[in-house]
């Protein structure tokens, strides 16, 4: 069995970084797979309510503002993917460690206690790193969604935490917001933009 794992959110200047590890079964419709950019919002989210309903094994992982702040986005990127995986185990019981592989999208792989490797463009090559990446993005998407109802001000629904000259000047504006990332840096926005 292989486990594709991959993460959402590494380039936002707020909110958490997510990851997913899918496991997909002999049946699954690969054919509606893609690296979830490529997507549309509207296919994604058909996309993401067959690989819950019909993939044998999931999970998500989160790393927080704070953690990234505290270890690198990097650091943290892989420990929501090793969260991501072992929620996914957790939620099989009992798996069958020496037929397990991890196939993770990048050229790093966190640490697992079953052969990893790093791919990179495996998001667009592997269909259950498609459907990590569909998860981690739709998870976080709608986690920013949330927060969007907490600090309205920063308009978390329409750029998810993401710099976009918008996001960036509402920053400036409003100041970080609780789930900035303080370690990334705002540049200033002009009038020239």
Not at 6 to 14: H, I, T, V
Not at 159 to 179: D, F, L, M, Q, V
């Amino acid at each position: 069995m292989l486990a594709g794992i991959d993460e959402a959110g590494r380039g936002p200047l707020a909110g958490p970084v997510c990851a997913a590890s899918v496991i997909l079964g002999p049946d699954f419709p690969v054919e509606i797979l893609n690296d979830s950019k490529k997507l549309s919002a509207k296919k994604r989210e058909a996309a993401m309510v067959l690989i819950y309903r019909k993939a044998p094994a999931w999970g998500i992982g989160w790393a927080s503002a704070a953690e990234i702040d505290e270890i690198n986005i990097l650091k943290a990127s892989l420990l929501a993917m090793r969260r991501a995986f072992f929620d996914m185990t957790g939620r099989m019981g009992n798996f069958p460690g020496g037929a397990l592989e991890a196939l993770v999208d990048g050229i790093y792989v966190p640490e697992l206690p079953i052969p990893a490797r790093a791919v990179i463009k495996a998001d667009a090559k592997y269909p259950e790193v498609m459907a990590a990446s569909i998860l981690a993005k739709t998870a976080r998407d709608r986690m920013m969604e949330r927060y969007a109802w907490l600090y309205p001000e920063y308009g978390y629904d329409l750029h998810k935490g993401y710099p976009t000259k918008e996001h960036r000047a509402r920053i400036i504006k409003y100041g970080p917001s609780p789930i900035q990332r303080m370690s990334f840096t705002v540049r200033r926005i002009d009038n020239n933009g």
